[in-house]
């Protein structure tokens, strides 16, 4: 099984900051990885996949990276209403689908 | 727009059955690859199960193989979950998914709201 290893589990940043999230697979997902949003009490949102394809309708301040076993998820201006958790999953070799362990960002 | 609702949760004891469903509407439901995933609270994501869009094929993560059935109706553009043995660690919210692909490999584009199960004594 591939294991999914997101840091950090918990960040604070301030408004209009950098923020970067990483997530290590135990083994090369060739890019087969997406990134999800959830904001409390609701269903995770699909940011982007196949590691830096940004969905319709997401913000163009969200951006992925990464090659191998390491990728980024990258907010380059954070914004009130990106407060959520941040979840990555790989789907290169299933089953199992794994997530990552989550990365709750918040305010400063 | 492509739409899922779930239904079926509720509270149950151990050793219960429980039956979801989740009724996909906006989509050409056949041709995607379905799944569930559940949270439990204050946790994080964990997969479930996967079916496959025209075959049908299925699979499961370990904590629910033997126990847990996903089945599809493509006629009825909707997609099920067969919880038997059910334990107080099955207690989550269930998230029924779409699919990118139809194959079960993929990432999951449309999220139902949830539906809460609980088992309890």
């Known amino acids: 099984d591939i294991q999914m290893t997101q840091s950090p589990s918990s960040l604070s940043a301030s408004v209009g900051d950098r923020v970067t999230i990483t997530c290590r697979a135990s083994q090369d997902i060739s890019n087969s990885l997406a990134w999800y949003q959830q904001k409390p009490g609701k269903a995770p949102k699909l940011l982007l996949h196949?590691?830096?394809r940004l969905e319709n309708g997401v913000p163009s301040r969200f951006s992925g990276s990464g090659s191998g076993t390491d990728y980024t998820l990258t907010i380059t201006s954070l914004q009130p209403e990106d407060v959520a958790t941040y979840y990555c999953q790989q789907y290169h070799s299933v089953p199992p689908i794994t997530f990552g362990g989550g990365t709750k960002v918040e305010i400063k | 727009e492509v739409q899922l609702l779930e239904s079926g949760g509720g509270s149950i004891q151990p050793g219960g059955s429980l039956s979801l469903s989740c009724a996909a509407s906006g989509l050409s439901f056949s041709s995607y690859a379905m799944s569930w995933v559940r949270q439990a609270p204050g946790q994080g994501l964990e997969w479930v199960s996967v079916i496959s869009g025209s075959r049908g094929r299925t699979y499961y993560a370990d904590s629910v193989k033997g126990r847990f059935t996903i089945s599809r109706d493509n006629s009825k553009n909707t997609l099920y979950l067969q919880m038997n043995t059910l334990r107080v660690e099955d207690t989550a919210v269930y998230f029924c998914?779409?699919?990118?692909?139809?194959?079960?490999?993929?990432?999951?584009?449309?999220w139902g709201k949830g539906t809460t199960v609980t088992v309890s004594s």
């Open positions: 196949g590691a830096s």
């Open positions: 998914a779409k699919g990118g692909f139809g194959a079960p490999g993929s990432f999951m584009d449309v």
